[in-house]
């Protein structure tokens, strides 16, 4: 089974970044960044496949982007123009077998 230790999250202001790291202990294929505020339901926020192609959520469209280094099985979510809206724990998840990391607490003060 491959384990999936997301990290990077932190507390920033409104209009800053962070980066996440999604790092794999095996090869990965498809991957998803998924977060859930409190309170609310998981959502889906970035997928990446193994060959590069995105899509995002309309919310972060043109503020984040998801990319992968497949020779460190490692993917990220570079969040930029970061809103309070954007406070949630962040999870990935390896669409291809279901699995889950851990999570990384994302919380954007205003």
């Known amino acids: 089974q491959v384990q999936l230790v997301e990290s990077g999250g932190g507390l920033v202001q409104a209009g800053g970044s962070l980066r996440l790291s999604c790092a794999a202990s095996?090869?990965?294929?498809?991957i998803e960044w998924y977060r859930q505020a409190p309170g609310k339901k998981r959502e889906l926020v970035a997928t990446i496949t193994r060959l590069g192609t995105t899509t995002y959520t309309d919310s972060v469209k043109g503020r984040f982007t998801i990319s992968r280094d497949n020779a460190k099985n490692t993917v990220y979510l570079q969040m930029n123009t970061l809103k309070p809206e954007d406070t949630a724990v962040y999870y990935c998840?390896?669409?291809?077998?279901?699995?889950w990391g851990q999570g990384t607490q994302v919380t954007v003060s205003s």
């Open positions: 095996g090869t990965i294929y498809t």
């Open positions: 998840h390896d669409g291809f077998r279901d699995y």
